[in-house]
């Protein structure tokens, strides 16, 4: 019996090493790679690398990436100046280090510069193999084939899609995770977090994909939350580590939905960490979906929490108050009133095509600009 309906399938074609001295497990290519570093990253972990670069036969060429999201004359200057004879790739860092390693590998094969892939006329043909070793928890960069950019120019955030930027290794050891300041730990969790609940809450996704989600979830719910003064526990960092790549292969199989548009639509209004922003958001979204669920949030905050939850309105309730609390432990001074052009804001949201398809609530003007409002209220 044939459907018009898409058949699901899984792939993950990065292979990810896992654990404590997992850098030491990856197989990088003969030849000159380009290594793309946070400024924060030194010491143990990037000897790791030189240590199998140099078994594998591998010359290094090295860049420091400047704190702050991949923006695209940065991404387009740094690539006028790196060597051309690159055979592979490697970032190890934040999410935003990760993207920019993406884009700089994307030029390598697909030429022209980074912001001709947003709306055209360049078209994606390629990248250089790619090897990423996340050192935050939630980005999910390390399995997923996007890359987040900024156009200098317009200010407007984009995501870049295609099979090439899926890395052929990646290497994500928990102990990196140590030392990583409170805040951006906190950020990066709930970015994974709603990585996870968009997955699950994707109107017509991929459910091969929803036990995978629906773990993440409970980690999301047992591990967020105040840290202990002197940093989490391995077996923390461990959780956090998972809850990141369970968000990243959540996202590589369901796109996100009208959480990540929004954060998207009002990041050139704040100066929040994307992670917060979702989190921020999150409640207005889940309320601009609510009639649409027919009990589907219920079952995903249920499965989340293992409480018996009976209705939509219930699980919006308990999600929200538990994200208040969450963000609650974040530095006590900053405001979370966000403050933008309303028109500006809903017309990019509007740009994203694809929202419609994804969201149990009605994706129009009228509606949006509502939302929108309530937000800058």
């Not at 140099?54 to 860049?63: D, G, L, P, Q, R």
């Amino acid at each position: 019996m044939s459907t018009n309906n898409p058949i699901p399938e899984f792939h993950l074609p990065t292979k990810v090493y896992f654990g404590a001295g997992a850098i030491s497990s990856l197989s990088l290519p003969k030849g000159m790679v380009l290594v793309v570093r946070s400024a924060s990253m030194s010491g143990g972990p990037l000897q790791e690398l030189y240590d199998i670069g140099t078994k594998a036969s591998a010359e290094y060429h090295v860049i420091t990436k400047s704190p702050g999201e991949p923006h695209s004359t940065d991404i387009n200057e740094t690539f006028a100046r790196c060597p051309k004879d690159i055979e592979a790739v490697v970032g190890i860092g934040g999410g935003s280090t990760l993207d920019f390693a993406k884009a700089l590998a994307l030029l390598y094969v697909s030429g022209g510069s980074i912001e001709e892939y947003e709306f055209g006329p360049a078209t994606i043909t390629g990248a250089l193999p790619l090897f990423l070793i996340p050192t935050t928890c939630g980005t999910g960069s390390e399995v997923t084939p996007y890359c987040v950019i900024n156009n200098s120019a317009t200010k407007r955030k984009y995501t870049l899609s295609h099979q090439s930027l899926r890395p052929v290794q990646a290497a994500i050891d928990p102990e990196l995770l140590k030392g990583l300041p409170i805040r951006t730990q906190l950020a990066t969790a709930l970015d994974a977090f709603t990585h996870c609940l968009e997955a699950l809450l994707h109107r017509s996704g991929n459910r091969l994909v929803d036990p995978i989600s629906e773990a993440g979830l409970r980690i999301a719910w047992k591990r967020i939350g105040p840290t202990p003064a002197g940093g989490a526990s391995q077996e923390v960092r461990n959780d956090l580590a998972i809850l990141s790549l369970y968000g990243g292969i959540s996202i590589a199989h369901n796109r996100t939905g009208l959480i990540h548009t929004l954060s998207v639509a009002f990041a050139e209004f704040c100066d929040l960490p994307h992670g917060l922003l979702n989190a921020y958001l999150t409640e207005y979204a889940l309320q601009h979906n609510l009639a649409g669920y027919n009990g589907r949030l219920a079952t995903v905050i249920s499965s989340m929490t293992g409480r018996d939850i009976a209705t939509d309105a219930e699980a919006l309730a308990i999600v929200s108050d538990w994200l208040h609390k969450s963000i609650d432990t974040d530095t006590a001074d900053h405001a979370f009133t966000i403050v933008g052009d309303q028109g500006r804001i809903v017309r990019r949201i509007l740009q994203d095509k694809g929202l419609s398809g994804v969201s149990h609530g009605i994706i129009d003007e009228a509606s949006l600009n509502a939302t929108v409002a309530r937000i800058l209220s």
